[in-house]
């Protein structure tokens, strides 16, 4: 797999996201409170929302435009709503966050 | 080990019970059940429907064999439990076997109770509960013609209906002179039973039946007065009975019902009871709203949380016959005290009345026009008073225009394609397949499912009569005063009392204070709390902006493709040419796409990059400009008139007035947005009356209006009071404020919480309480010294938040 340094964690609030611009659009990196970090989309299934802008709650973030609840870890809609978003592998080491911009179909799909 | 559970009595209550359970320990348990009847579990309310040929048995599943597979429990169903050995803490089932709990919870339901005349028993007379009842009757109707239903209550009229939409011919035998008497007054019952004959239903009532007639299968009923009806099919309608048989049995205390605390705990500490069968402050219920807050409050100390009581419901009731509109809830009898408000439209099929004691509602029967019932029932379980909005009362809550149904005030009447909620596009037929097919029972599951009524909530009324048609009185299941959010059990008012009298000072303590059941909450309660403690420690507490909205946070709105609009204040609505060339020249300057005059008399940017607004804030800063709040829960605009200085008709100097309000105000958090308006005289050019607070100049001072709102649902204010001076208005206008934001919850405007806690009492605090208003102002002016930064400038030249606006790492 192909790692790509994206930041520090520090850098990313906790319960917040930043942004990593790239060639296949904007990517939303998820702080946790425990300070897991996850990569969805920058794009809400819903109509596109940027789920960087929304509330974090546990494993969770809701969509700034019409509060759908997406999983962080998978991608997915929160029932009963239906959808998912790409979703990245993400590694933390040494403060560092790095990502890897093969999107993560299999493994997670839940 | 986990530790063992049963379940007996596999039905709505029970398995209700279980679900709410496995939502918060779902490993606490290995769980057991034995159910009687030979299904999963099924929506017994949609029987009714069932047997008008409206739906088959299939579609009334809730819990299919598979559920219980997929939640590893144990399921046996067509077993009767005949004993409960409490001495070894076991079951016994009819064939024999027997399986041991640790805590048992017992859900029996009721019976159908059997008028005891002779031939009670005869071949042809049933009873109607179960689905074997239903295909009895079913079955019945294609061989027999004349059925006779004793008992004119809902299940009675219920049944009634059903089979005579299966071709039979029938008559409702009724022992009182009133229809439904247990839920309608005389006049109501009346117009009931006309609608119900035109449709070809017959009555026999008052009549008592003392014999039901036949050797080999039945033939006929007798009533007191010697009269015969002819009937091949008799049904019993004629109320439930608690199921108590095996509590008794195994010498659980029992009076009416299994008598239970307010845990649902029955004398034997380790079983507890839910639904028809229970016994609560001496009041057993039949309907599915209540019996589903016991399973929450049950669930809660099977996990052992332990915080959660049950005190009893307030139920209210439709009937599911299509076509006929009836609502009913409370004491609508009245009596010593009580005063009644009556509208009779005969023409129209329609007829309200409600009954009032001490300014709050106590009960209310509406028959015709439905629409109105899930307001007023709202008001009776807030204890809302309503003097001062009791003359509109009887017009309901629309009257004053609605935005967004097209005016609908009758869900019967739309068909299937019909739009009901103007937001989300969601039309009459989808909202009746998601409630039968994925088996709703409130609004909330409702709003999720479909998302009808889930934004601006001005169509509620039609949803809550659609589910109404489809579920009778169970959807209107609200405990009193709704919890904060799913993530707690304890009230808005709860949770800022305990702020202020445990002097909770984080988010955090707030949840490990009162044991939130989500980690760190949800986007619902992490904006309210953030609110709630800056509102009662404004020195002390520190922001949490990840617990913002994003507009809040952003100090911008955020707009469908990710862009931000920016709207600077422009006080009062007065600008000149200064601010308007620094606004020309930020537009050129950043490519702006869209400036628009907003309707609150300002200009709106929209359309700007949200790395450039830091930028963008910069030059409208130097230009003298500062936030408008355009996003926040907030201080919005204050509009004004031209006033005295240049109108012929001004009495006062309106603008300059607007403007000390504004200066004053502006940057103070509210539980929701907060507008003003002052005009120069009565002709209120500035839109004084339906603005949050709304000042209206006349020759001798200021008029001080209260509680408008032009959006959703038009309210005009109420008048407040007058004034004489300019420093009265000021005075006035924050006490008034400052008690909206220490008082009402979070996310009410001004005409919802007015509404809640009466006018008088608005009067009281701020009017005759002369010191109360003085400490208010005071505590509204205290808390403005941190409140009034200019968020902007903050973030342009200090670089407060960088991080919001800046990518992490742009890789292309
Ligand atoms: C920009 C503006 C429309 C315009 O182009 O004129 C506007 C735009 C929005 N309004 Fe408004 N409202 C605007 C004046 C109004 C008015 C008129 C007024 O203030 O005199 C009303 C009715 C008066 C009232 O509030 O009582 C109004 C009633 C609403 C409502 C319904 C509020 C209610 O209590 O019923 C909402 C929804 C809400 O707040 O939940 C809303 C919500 C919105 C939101 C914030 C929707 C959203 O959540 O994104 C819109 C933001 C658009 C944007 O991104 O800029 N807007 N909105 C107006 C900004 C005024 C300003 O200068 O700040
Ligand atoms: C036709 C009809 C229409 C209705 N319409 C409405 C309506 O519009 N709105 C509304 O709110 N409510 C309505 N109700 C009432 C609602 O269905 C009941 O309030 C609700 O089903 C009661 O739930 P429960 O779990 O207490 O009892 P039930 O759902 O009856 O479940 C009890 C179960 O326990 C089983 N059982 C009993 N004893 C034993 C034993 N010893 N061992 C094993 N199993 C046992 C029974 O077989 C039964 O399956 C209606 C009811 C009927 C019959
Ligand atoms: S600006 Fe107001 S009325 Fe217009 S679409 Fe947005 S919320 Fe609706
Ligand atoms: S775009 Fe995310 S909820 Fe609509």
């Not at chain 2, 299919?64 to 939640?71: G, I, L, P, S, V």
């Not at chain 2, 195994?250 to 845990?263: A, K, L, P, Q, W």
């Not at chain 2, 006035?732 to 007015?754: G, H, K, S």
Request: hydrophobic fraction near 40%; charged fraction near 25%.
């Amino acid at each position: 797999m192909q790692w790509i340094e994206a930041g520090c964690l520090e850098d990313i609030p906790i319960l917040g996201a930043r942004v990593m611009r790239t060639a296949q659009g904007d990517i939303a990196l998820f702080r946790t409170a425990n300070n897991e970090v996850f990569a969805l989309n920058d794009k809400c299934p819903h109509r596109n929302g940027p789920l960087s802008q929304g509330i974090v709650h546990g494993n969770r973030v809701t969509c700034p435009l019409h509060n759908w609840v997406i999983e962080l870890v998978t991608g997915s809609a929160v029932a009963p709503d239906e959808g998912r978003t790409a979703c990245y592998p993400v590694k933390v080491e040494q403060g560092v966050v790095s990502i890897s911009l093969r999107p993560d179909e299999l493994q997670k799909s839940a | 080990m986990r530790e063992k559970l049963i379940l007996v009595g596999n039905g709505m209550a029970g398995v209700r019970t279980l679900e709410e359970l496995l939502k918060v320990a779902p490993d606490k348990y290995e769980i057991t059940v034995f159910g009687s009847e030979p299904y999963g579990n099924y929506n017994r309310i949609l029987l009714s429907p069932v047997l008008a040929g409206e739906k088959t048995i299939a579609e009334i599943m809730l819990n299919d064999r598979q559920w219980y597979a997929d939640n590893g429990i144990m399921l046996h169903c067509g077993t009767e439990v005949a004993w409960i050995d409490r001495a070894r803490r076991r079951v016994i089932t009819a064939d024999g076997a027997s399986a041991v709990y640790d805590r048992l919870v017992l859900a029996t339901g009721s019976n159908p109770f059997v008028v005891p005349v002779p031939g009670k028993d005869l071949p042809g007379v049933v009873t109607f509960r179960d689905i074997r009842d239903v295909q009895a009757m079913i079955a019945a109707a294609e061989k027999y013609r004349h059925a006779v239903v004793i008992g004119g209550g809902l299940l009675g009229l219920e049944a009634a209906n059903g089979l005579m939409r299966q071709g039979m011919s029938v008559t409702v035998v009724h022992i009182h002179e009133t229809l439904m008497e247990r839920q309608l007054d005389r006049v109501a019952g009346e117009m009931l039973r006309l609608s119900l004959e035109q449709r070809g239903m017959h009555f026999h009532m008052p009549a008592q039946t003392v014999e039901i007639l036949g050797e080999k299968r039945v033939r006929g009923v007798r009533f007191e007065d010697g009269s015969e009806l002819y009937a091949d099919l008799v049904v019993m309608a004629a109320g439930i009975r608690p199921n108590i048989e095996l509590a008794k049995k195994s010498g659980i205390y029992c009076e009416r019902g299994v008598v239970v605390n307010d845990t649902l705990q029955t004398y034997d500490p380790s079983i507890y009871a839910v639904g028809e069968c229970v016994q609560h402050r001496n009041q057993t219920y039949g309907l599915v709203a209540p019996l589903f807050e016991q399973a929450r409050v049950c669930a809660n100390h099977l996990a052992h949380f332990g915080y959660l009581r049950y005190q009893g419901s307030l139920v209210s009731t439709k009937l599911k016959v299509t076509g006929i509109e009836l609502f009913s809830a409370g004491d609508f009898n009245g009596g010593e005290g009580s005063e009644e408000i009556v509208l009779k439209d005969a023409s129209q099929g329609a007829y309200k009345k409600l009954v009032i004691r001490g300014n709050r509602i106590q009960g209310a029967v509406l028959y015709g026009d439905t629409v109105d019932g899930a307001w007023y029932f709202q008001l009776m379980r807030d204890g809302a008073d309503v003097a001062a909005f009791r003359d509109q009362l009887m017009f309901g809550q629309a009257h004053l225009g609605d935005a967004g149904h097209g005016g609908q005030n009758k869900a019967a009447a739309m068909s299937d394609g019909m739009e009901v909620c103007g937001c989300n596009g969601v039309c009459k037929g989808a909202i009746v397949k998601a409630i039968t097919e994925k088996g709703l029972f409130t609004l909330e599951e409702v709003r999720a499912h479909t998302k009808a009524s889930s934004s601006c909530g001005s169509c509620t009324g039609l949803v809550e009569q659609i589910m109404a048609s489809v579920l009778g009185g169970g959807y209107a299941a609200a405990p009193r005063e709704k919890p904060l959010c799913k993530c707690t059990d304890h009230t808005h008012d709860e949770v800022r009392k305990a702020i202020r009298e445990q002097h909770l000072l984080t988010i955090r303590e707030v949840m490990t204070h009162f044991k939130w059941l989500n980690p760190d909450g949800c986007h619902s309660c992490r904006p309210a709390l953030n609110y709630y403690l800056l509102c009662a420690w404004p020195a002390e507490y520190q922001d949490d902006p990840q617990s913002r909205f994003i507009n809040e946070r952003a100090h911008a709105n955020i707009q469908k493709d990710g862009t931000y609009s920016v709207v600077p204040r422009m006080w009062g609505g007065v600008t000149n040419s200064n601010e308007l060339r620094t606004i020309a020249d930020v537009v050129d300057k950043f490519s702006i796409p869209t400036v628009k005059v907003t309707g609150g008399q300002r200009i709106d940017l929209l359309g700007v990059k949200k790395e450039d607004l830091p930028a963008v804030w910069r030059e409208l800063g130097k230009g003298g400009l500062v936030s408008g709040h355009a996003y926040g829960k907030a201080l919005r605009t204050v509009k004004t008139c031209v006033g005295k200085e240049w109108c012929r008709f001004g009495t006062q100097d309106s603008t300059a007035m607007g403007i000390r309000l504004e200066k004053r105000t502006w940057g103070s958090w509210m539980p929701h947005k907060f507008k003003m308006a002052v005009s120069g005289c009565p002709r209120n050019c500035a839109e004084a009356t339906i603005k949050d607070f709304g000042v209206v100049a006349v020759d001798s001072g200021w008029e001080l209006h209260v509680g408008g709102n032009g959006g959703v649902k038009i309210r005009p204010t109420d008048l407040l009071c007058k004034v004489a001076t300019e420093d009265e208005v000021e005075e006035y206008c924050c006490a008034f404020i400052q008690l909206y934001r220490e008082e009402a919850r979070y996310l009410d405007r001004t005409a919802p919480w007015i509404e809640r806690v009466g006018l008088a009492y608005v009067k009281q605090r701020v009017v005759e309480d002369t010191e109360g208003r003085k400490a208010l102002y005071a505590r509204f002016i205290e808390s403005q010294k941190y409140a009034q930064l200019d968020p902007w400038a903050e973030r342009a030249q200090r670089e407060v938040q960088k991080h919001e606006f800046t990518p992490l790492r742009e890789v292309v």
